[in-house]
């Protein structure tokens, strides 16, 4: 029985969601206690007991303990079973979070799997749904799996009420991955997505993206205002998107009640402009959520800026379960080189 202290390092939800894919991966079973400790509401909320019980019901596991605001329980994985699923959160609650808890171990299994998943598709602290689809589902599909998906509905906080599913074809094993180099910039494109909302707001946001990264006015950029009716309740989503030749990345700001317009473009720019700076093909987000595939598949490296708590977080859980060395090495610059050898 491995034992987690859930406060340890970014002390949040990633900590419980790598513990149950590589569980189930493993089949070792873990307590994890002082879960979520170090966040304004400790405990499991509705999308980590989701992830939970997504985790219980394709690994046939026994969960002992785990419960709304719960800090502390027992996980027992059984054998992954492929198959047809439904996750709904029930509130807001990141959904692209959940099915990142639930294909490791299901883009390695014998056969097939169909998901659907309800809740939110574009959150605050969550990837939100065009960066798994843009950024990291096509590096996963370039390591030997296939993974599509489809938006059905947009959901926003606080009703939620997203919807999308998503089919794992899996790979068997999972071929190694370099990503140490950028490549050329081909195209830079923002989209201002304003859903039951005025499309002001957007022409107010792709204005500060222009005027802070100079985007429109190149051949390859694209500044666009999306307007929809797709979802329950209004929302405004910024995305930043930089194609380079070996990959995607995305920079995305949501927008808040009472936050301005101009306020969410500016913190999506200032990411995006942090990640040109740099240098290097991986940005903050993408170097944790790299960690998993990049170790089940028993090697690859790429490069990134400094590593984040949630990065050196994730390598340690990841420590836990699997017989992997991980090294994370400044090679210059403000540029990290993060290796894993099986």
């Avoid at 991986?282 to 959520?289: C, K, N, P, S, T």
């Avoid at 050196?312 to 060395?325: A, G, H, P, S, W």
Wanted: charged share 20%; net charge neutral; aromatic share 6%.
């Amino acid at each position: 029985m491995i034992t987690i202290d859930g406060s340890h390092g970014e002390g949040g939800g990633q900590i419980i969601r790598t513990s149950l894919a590589l569980s189930l991966i493993t089949g070792k079973p873990f307590r994890i206690y002082n879960v979520r400790a170090r966040r304004e509401k400790p405990g499991l909320q509705r999308q980590h007991l989701t992830a939970v019980r997504a985790a219980a019901a394709v690994g046939g596991a026994q969960v002992e303990g785990a419960g709304l605001g719960a800090t502390a329980f027992t996980f027992h994985p059984g054998a992954v079973t492929p198959g047809d699923y439904a996750f709904p959160i029930g509130t807001a609650g990141s959904a692209t979070l959940v099915l990142q808890t639930i294909l490791p171990p299901l883009m390695i299994a014998p056969a097939p799997s169909t998901l659907v998943f309800e809740g939110g598709t574009h959150n605050v602290h969550a990837p939100p749904y065009e960066f798994i689809v843009k950024t990291f589902l096509p590096l996963v599909n370039r390591m030997g799996a296939r993974v599509t998906t489809e938006l059905v509905r947009y959901g926003f906080y606080p009703p939620g009420g997203g919807r999308f599913h998503a089919r794992v074809e899996p790979a068997g094993t999972l071929r190694p991955l370099d990503l140490l180099t950028r490549g050329e910039i081909r195209a830079r494109r923002a989209r201002a997505l304003v859903v039951k909302l005025p499309p002001a707001i957007g022409e107010r946001e792709l204005a500060v993206v222009s005027e802070q990264l100079g985007w429109g006015a190149r051949a390859g950029d694209e500044l666009r205002v999306e307007t929809s009716q797709n979802a329950s309740s209004p929302g405004n989503v910024l995305t930043l998107e930089i194609e380079s030749e070996h990959l995607t990345e995305v920079f995305t700001g949501v927008g808040e009640r009472g936050v301005r317009a101009e306020t969410v473009a500016e913190r999506a720019a200032g990411e995006a402009r942090a990640y040109l700076d740099t240098g290097a093909p991986v940005g903050e987000h993408l170097a944790d959520q790299l960690l998993i595939p990049f170790a089940l598949a028993g090697g690859g490296s790429y490069a990134t800026g400094q590593p984040s708590l949630h990065t050196t977080t994730n390598i340690e859980v990841i420590k836990m379960f699997l017989d992997v060395r991980i090294t994370a090495k400044r090679t210059g610059g403000c540029v990290w080189k993060i290796e894993i050898f099986g």
